[in-house]
């Protein structure tokens, strides 16, 4: 196929990073001002939203999921989140078809990123969170003292990149937020970067996206930058050239553009799932025994008698 002839995306994949507390979260919040947001919170992060008009927050679908060291759900759930098909998270534990709350009748929110239009978009909070689930998901099984080893590392690696290999290929809107990390480069500079698990993964989280964002705090007030020429010391870039630290009111809205049509505020799909009871079977597809023969038949004899009477 020409290049001319190839169509172009009309969704975008986003990453936005920096320090704590460097406005990442509004930022990116403030989409629902235009977009429906399906908001998966793995760090407890979401009382930032609050401060956004009641109109925007009715727009935002938080989808909940407690990752700890001790219980990290969240690795499991989100891989089976991106392909797209339909799954069942408990608004409890976070956790995909989840038996402990279907046995006790728990409401679980349905998720289908197949399904979502072009005025939604779906957000990670946090990639970081993600990486410390898969590390803690691969040692699981070891004591509190244990510390990774390289092929715990290289798994971690595995995991993430099925993950981001997903959402390079997304159909939908996302925005993936993430912490930041410094690196080294080959040229000996240092850089800094979005953090996805390890120094050496960090390093080329950025080619899964369409567009890296940075987050910092200058001269008390929060400054994002998008340019490929922004800074040295700092990896962003935008495929389509998008300048936010030139505008006077920086916003995402200026990689995702406005829906054509700004979505209806609706209530998330919830259902509660409970294990289906055995029942019995249909009377005609239960095995018939050799007695059951017998009388049918009987009964047939003497219905026939009577008809010849």
């Not at 990149?161 to 997304?170: C, E, V």
């Not at 936010?244 to 505020?265: H, R």
């Not at 209530?267 to 018939?288: G, N, T």
Request: charged share 25%; net charge neutral; aromatic share 6%.
């Amino acid at each position: 196929m020409k290049l001319t002839h190839k169509k172009v995306n009309k969704t975008s994949r986003v990453i936005v990073f920096g320090e704590p507390k460097s406005g990442k979260t509004e930022l990116v919040a403030r989409l629902s001002e235009h977009y429906k947001l399906i908001y998966f919170d793995l760090e407890n992060g979401f009382e930032t939203m609050l401060k956004l008009p009641v109109a925007w927050q009715e727009r935002i679908d938080i989808v909940s999921i407690p990752d700890t060291k001790t219980f990290p759900i969240a690795i499991e759930t989100l891989l089976k989140v991106v392909t797209g098909n339909p799954v069942d998270i408990c608004d409890t534990h976070g956790k995909v078809s989840c038996p402990l709350c279907k046995k006790a009748g728990n409401t679980f929110t349905r998720v289908c990123l197949n399904e979502i239009r072009d005025d939604t978009i779906v957000v990670i909070d946090s990639l970081t969170q993600l990486s410390n689930s898969a590390m803690n998901h691969i040692t699981k099984d070891q004591e509190d003292t244990y510390k990774p080893e390289w092929p715990d590392y290289r798994s971690q690696g595995q995991l993430l990149d099925k993950f981001l290999s997903q959402i390079q290929q997304a159909p939908y809107n996302i925005c993936c937020i993430t912490h930041v990390v410094e690196t080294e480069l080959e040229d000996g500079a240092k850089r800094l970067v979005p953090t996805c698990g390890t120094t050496a993964f960090s390093r080329n989280t950025a080619k899964y996206f369409d567009h890296v964002v940075y987050c910092q705090v200058k001269n008390r007030k929060h400054c994002f930058a998008s340019s490929t020429t922004y800074s040295c010391s700092v990896l962003t870039g935008s495929r389509t050239d998008v300048i936010m630290e030139a505008a006077d009111k920086p916003s995402l809205i200026s990689i995702y553009g406005v829906p054509a049509q700004i979505p209806e505020i609706t209530e998330p799909h919830k259902e509660v799932i409970l294990d289906a009871p055995e029942l019995p079977e249909p009377a005609e597809s239960r095995p018939i025994t050799p007695g059951q023969v017998a009388v049918s038949n009987l009964k047939q004899m003497i219905a026939n008698r009577k008809v010849g009477k």
